[in-house]
Nanobody, 121 residues
Framework: QVQVVESGGGLVQAGGSLRLSCLAS????????MGWYRQAPGKQRELVAT???????NFADSVKGRFTISRDNAKKIMYLQMTNLKPEDTGTYYC???????????????WGKGTLVTVTP
């Protein structure tokens, strides 16, 4: 079983910064794409950023130039560095890990429980 745990959320004023972390653990054969998603109150979950094993990244237009994503493959950790935060960045941030638990199983998506980010005006 693959476990995914996020950390690093909190309360910050507009213009501030936060760094989120996502740790994958448990029975893991390999990890493919990792990503961050967020969900604001009353809204659908949306993609924030993804990163492949090789380091290729993809960002939502709303965060380009403000957020960076990185990962340490050996430690199975992914980070989201958020700068110049805006009130509209408020929401619960979820980590998604596409991983193969054992070599004979297909890749599956695993989700963490989320970490709350609140940006005040």
């Amino acid at each position: 079983q693959v476990q995914v745990v996020e950390s690093g959320g909190g309360l910050v004023q507009a213009g501030g910064s936060l760094r989120l972390s996502c740790l994958a653990s448990g029975r893991i054969f390999s990890i493919n794409v990792m990503g961050w998603y967020r969900q604001a109150p009353g809204k659908q979950r949306e993609l924030v950023a993804t990163i492949t094993t090789g380091g290729s990244t993809n960002f939502a237009d709303s965060v380009k130039g403000r957020f960076t994503i990185s990962r340490d493959n050996a430690k199975k950790i992914m980070y989201l560095q958020m700068t110049n935060l805006k009130p509209e960045d408020t929401g619960t941030y979820y980590c998604n890990v596409n991983a193969i638990a054992t070599s004979y199983l297909p890749a599956l998506d695993y989700w963490g429980k989320g970490t709350l980010v609140t940006v005040t005006p």
